[in-house]
């Protein structure tokens, strides 16, 4: 089973903070994903890879930057925290096959910004 | 446009069964996919389905109908815990996964 490890699991930042949420996936999968949950909704896709240096927009994507450095690492980035921008993080890793809508999920990262 | 669109909530009796409705538009349709979430907790993989029919996974079966954007969860022979909230995801283009707002079930005594 893939292993998708998140951190920091909580964060607490101030309003025009800087924070990093790092992503770390170890089953050689080709796809990562960030989303966002908020309370009694669904995930909201921010941004997605392919693979290393690839970056996709996702459907919420105002105020965030992601990197993936690695086939393993994907980062978010947060460069002026905001308080709608207080969630439940995912990240979440897939393969390019025909099974690619298994999503492997990192334990969730909970951002407070204040 | 694109989207995923589910009932909010759900309620059923321990024993019976559920059917967990989701209607989805999309460019390019390249599967379907079920994941049941507990509160504070990662969501967890049930069942994909791409192709048209039923697929009986005992507890779980799936429905997909491409045609009409439609595919249900059904849950047999409930129990308590199968008390959570079931998410939609539909891949589309560029390998895209977007997801409906989820259904809490609620299943009772």
């Known amino acids: 089973e893939a292993a998708v490890t998140q951190s920091p699991r909580n964060k607490v930042t101030v309003t025009g903070g800087n924070v990093t949420l790092s992503c770390r996936q170890t089953?050689?999968?080709?796809?990562m994903y960030w989303y966002r949950q908020d309370t009694g909704h669904g995930l909201r896709l921010i941004h997605y890879?392919?693979?290393?240096?690839?970056?996709q927009i996702g459907d919420v994507p105002d105020g965030y930057k992601a990197t993936r450095t690695t086939q393993e690492d994907f980062f978010l980035l947060l460069e002026l925290a905001s308080p709608s921008q207080t969630s439940l993080y995912f990240c979440?890793?897939?393969?390019?096959?025909?099974?690619?809508?298994?999503?492997?999920f990192g334990e969730g990262s909970r951002l407070i910004v204040v | 446009g694109q989207g995923v669109e589910q009932p909010d909530n759900l309620m059923s009796v321990e024993g019976t069964f559920a059917r967990v409705n989701c209607t989805y538009s999309?460019?390019?349709?390249?599967?379907l996919s079920w994941y049941q979430q507990r509160e504070g907790h990662a969501p967890v993989f049930l069942s994909y389905?791409?192709?048209?029919g039923l697929k009986d996974s005992g507890h779980f079966s799936t429905f997909l109908s491409r045609s009409n954007g439609y595919s249900y969860l059904l849950l047999t022979e409930l129990q308590i815990k199968d008390s959570a909230s079931y998410l939609c995801?539909?891949?589309?283009?560029?390998?895209?996964?977007?997801f409906g707002d989820g259904t809490q079930l609620v299943v009772k005594p």
């Open positions: 979440a890793s897939s393969d390019a096959d025909n099974s690619g809508n298994t999503l492997y």
């Open positions: 089953n050689s999968h080709n796809y």
């Open positions: 890879s392919y693979g290393a240096g690839n970056l």
């Open positions: 999309t460019s390019g349709f390249n599967g």
């Open positions: 389905v791409v192709l048209d």
């Open positions: 995801a539909v891949r589309a283009n560029n390998n895209r996964i977007f």
